[in-house]
């Protein structure tokens, strides 16, 4: 309920431009109405899909909602708990453990009926803008995480700055237990890895209803952190890596920031299917029938009984409990040969290793300039374009994947080059090559 409200309270302060019009986009499903901050149009909570029913795929929206006031912070989807080891954070040094932190505070609003989408956009778009389309997945070891907390309106005002202006898309998508639980169970009724199936369902969305908002259908970039960035990947891998949808490719490119494929062993392997059962006991629905009896519960009961499943600090540190595993309906463990006919092309940011490289080289890379080589990519699939161009300040080429140096990773246009990005370079070599020593 805040954004109008406070907005005007803050124009009354002179700190933002008044808030003097209300963007309106016409789409199948009715009339979406945001609203407009510094030149950046908002739209906030576009549902993508029915209200999801648990461990179930989503559905695409099954009847339109009329008109809708995408103006207040939408739902989060239910977070994992997370069990905080302090001893975790009192062994890191602050600038590591300060983000961490803050990471852990949970959305204001959560709810089970999450799958939304936030829009921004510049407010000079226009319906025939065709703007290059940024498609945000957060982080959040796929036990937590939200699209709220992530605003790309400076991101935003820089690409039309840089006469390359780009619309950015926020998705959420089902976490914890709600969005990652294994188990045969689920495989055999179809409800893998349903937090990748939410975004793939609002890669769909965007497919359609990009145009509306002054997108091109045909030039997104799909981006992500950490769980964002393994997502990124995963949607190269998915079906053989045939990310077309009605003829057309979902997206063009991908930038991975910190994350490439896990080693995660099979939906239904012991491991997975332990934590199934591990679950379901706890839940009080034991393994008869139990996907009915866990459908059934009340949210907060199914909820509690998550904690039994360890969490991204717990005591043990850092443990994964939800990656997503392979599914031979969606992921098959020969994907990534199989991969190398598709045409995705995929930007990997370098290590914070290899910024603090590039920066000891002359010129050092200022926040803009990193954002120069995104803005670049997501227009033209080039990180280099232009960076001796307009940019009075000359720019290091953005590095290519390096051995020794492990600096970023780059797919190839024709996909027969994958490199890791440097700490997670053996997690990916173990999932390519060594199957049956997979960890998670
Ligand atoms: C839309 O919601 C805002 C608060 O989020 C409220 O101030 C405004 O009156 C609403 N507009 C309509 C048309 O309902
Ligand atoms: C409006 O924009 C300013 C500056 O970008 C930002 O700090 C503020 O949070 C925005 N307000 C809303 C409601 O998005
Ligand atoms: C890719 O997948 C789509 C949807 O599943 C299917 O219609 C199409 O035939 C596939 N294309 C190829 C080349 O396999
Ligand atoms: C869930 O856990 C919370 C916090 O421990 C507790 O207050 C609440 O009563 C529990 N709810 C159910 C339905 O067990
Ligand atoms: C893939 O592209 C690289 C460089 O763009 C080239 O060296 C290599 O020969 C290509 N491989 C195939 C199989 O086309």
Redesign the pocket.
Known sequence: MVPLSALFALTACGLATAVTQQPKVQIQDGTVIGFTNNSIDNFLGIPYADTPERLRPPQRLSSPFGTLNATAIPASCPQHPLIVNPEVFTQLPPEVSGPLLSSTIPPSVVSEDCLNLIIQRPSSTTPDSRLPVLFWIYGGGFATGSSVPYDYSTLIQESVTLGQPIIVVRVNYRVGAFGFLPGKELQNDGGTNLGLRDQRLALEWVSENIAAFGGDPDKVTIWGESAGSISVMYHALI?NG?S??RGKPLFRGGIMDSGAVLPAEAVDSPTAQGIFESFSAAAGCGLEDALTCLRGLPYEEFLNATAVIPGLFGPEAFRLSFPPRPDPRMISSHSRRRRQSSSVKLHLSPSSRAIKKMKTQQPALPYNAVVQYYVNFINSLDPNVDIHGKCEKKLPHWPKWDKDERLSIHFLDNATVVAPDDDRKDAFEYFSGVQSELLF
Request: without cysteine; aromatic residues 24%; neutral net charge.
């Open positions: 079906n045939n077309t949808y």
